[in-house]
């Protein structure tokens, strides 16, 4: 009898293992799916809020707690060909660059970086050019969509305080800045002004000066 009862025991302990086993194995196959579900979620809410379109994608988001940050990570379809960076014209893939991070707009209370290794392409007239990307400026470390809120922001505070409130160096927004005003003088046409402001402005110490010119007819800075 003890015999037969130490057999059925150890039977009876196998079918548990086997029980467990088979358990473990549903939840881990369930976890998989919940992650993977939770992923490409994650990617697509990603990729609608930064309007990555095609063949631009989010591979994948990554949330670190500790840095207060979210890291979100593009590639792009399998593409032959790609646009000069010059004059357009269609060109060949010839290489990548190393990966590459640009500071977007915070996701709530987190710092939200880009990253992705930008392709280059070989044009027969202007050689290997870097192409260009639809989510920020050549040689910008930010979006567009974050340095249009710097911008905005400057029209109203000082470049210390916006720097403060952005988490970001006070060189980093006079950058922004001076990119901004580049842009605007490359939009501005020749045009006649009827009355102009002529002004000079002190600054730091010494005597040093600023000549600011003035369209008084549409309150602007030449």
């Not at 029209?155 to 916006?162: D, F, I």
């Amino acid at each position: 009898m003890l015999i037969l009862l130490r057999a059925f025991s150890r039977h009876s302990h196998g079918m548990q293992s086997v029980v467990a086993h088979a358990v473990m194995m549903r939840m881990f196959t369930a976890l998989s799916h919940h992650l993977r579900k939770t992923c490409a979620q994650d990617c697509e809410l990603y990729g609608r809020i930064l309007g990555i379109a095609a063949p631009w994608r989010v591979e994948r988001v990554e949330l670190q707690l500790a840095q207060g940050e979210v890291h979100v990570y593009l590639a792009h379809e399998n593409k032959l060909e790609w646009p000069c960076a010059e004059c357009g014209a269609s060109c060949a893939l010839y290489d990548h660059q190393a990966e590459r991070q640009w500071r977007h707009l915070d996701t709530c209370q987190y710092r939200t970086i880009l990253h992705v290794a930008p392709p280059r392409s070989q044009c027969s007239e202007h050689g290997v050019r870097v192409v260009q990307l639809p989510w920020a400026e050549a040689n910008s470390r930010f979006t567009a969509l974050m340095e249009g809120l710097a911008i905005a922001w400057l029209k109203h505070a000082s470049q210390k305080a916006v720097a403060e409130r952005l988490r970001l160096s006070w060189d980093e927004i006079h950058g922004i800045m001076e990119r901004a005003v580049e842009r605007g003088l490359a939009r501005r046409k020749a045009e006649k002004i009827p009355h102009l402001g002529v002004d000079e402005k002190a600054f730091r110490k010494g005597h040093k000066y600023l000549t600011l010119v003035n369209d008084l007819t549409h309150n602007r800075v030449l």
